[in-house]
T-cell receptor
Framework: EDQVTQSPEALRLQEGESSSLNCSYTVSGLRGLFWYRQDPGKGPEFLFTLYSAGEEKEKERLKATLTKKESFLHITAPKPEDSATYLC???????????FGKGTKLSVKP | DAGVIQSPRHEVTEMGQEVTLRCKPI?????LFWYRQTMMRGLELLIY????????DSGMPEDRFSAKMPNASFSTLKIQPSEPRDSAVYFC??????????FGSGTRLTVV
């Protein structure tokens, strides 16, 4: 069964304190791994798609990496506006839909 | 583009009543997805359509739930009769098959 596990569930950082969020997955034939950001009261907002092990993508203070078993979302020198829940999702070879993890709630204090 | 539009934003209803949630996908997107989000279970896929045809409805919890997509610009999710355990945020998302899905702002459903 395709599955996504995110850790930690919650993460508190001081402004400027870099860290990483983890997304472990099991899937039959990965078509893509997706990262989303969700703010309270809003729908998830697309950040990145990674397709193969070794691939990396960056956007401002965020960098996503992918291995055959997990993905990391690295946050460099975070700011309070980076506070949100970050969701990881996979798309398997036989499916058109995304399977989501439960997310990591990130809080960045000034 | 106005993005994926969902209505209503909030719905409070009594147990046993019928509830209809609405979604307008992004023009040109050929796939539409209905998800439900709760604290306990996170985001769960209920059903998805490709070119207006239901492809996978295995996530629809019970016969009380039904979804339709009569044309490329409109979809509904209906719950009849509603129960308190149906309380959740329901999201609609659409995709063109390229990177990612675009989600709507969701409908927060409360069944009392």
């Amino acid at each position: 069964e395709d599955q996504v596990t995110q850790s930690p569930e919650a993460l508190r950082l001081q402004e400027g304190e870099s860290s990483s969020l983890n997304c472990s997955y099991t899937v039959s034939g990965l078509r893509g791994l997706f990262w989303y950001r969700q703010d309270p009261g809003k729908g998830p907002e697309f950040l990145f798609t990674l397709y193969s092990a070794g691939e990396e993508k960056e956007k401002e203070r965020l960098k996503a990496t992918l291995t055959k078993k997990e993905s990391f979302l690295h946050i460099t020198a975070p700011k309070p506006e980076d506070s949100a829940t970050y969701l990881c999702a996979i798309q398997g070879g036989s499916q058109g839909n995304l399977i989501f993890g439960k997310g990591t709630k990130l809080s960045v204090k000034p | 583009d106005a993005g994926v539009i969902q209505s209503p934003r909030h719905e409070v209803t009594e147990m046993g009543q019928e509830v209809t949630l609405r979604c307008k996908p992004i023009s040109g997107h050929n796939s539409l997805f209905w998800y439900r989000q709760t604290m306990m279970r996170g985001l769960e896929l209920l059903i998805y359509f490709n070119n207006n045809v239901p492809i996978d409805d295995s996530g629809m919890p019970e016969d009380r739930f039904s979804a339709k997509m009569p044309n490329a610009s409109f979809s509904t999710l209906k719950i009849q009769p509603s129960e308190p355990r149906d309380s959740a945020v329901y999201f609609c998302a659409s995709s063109s098959g390229e990177d990612g899905y675009t989600f709507g702002s969701g409908t927060r459903l409360t069944v009392v």
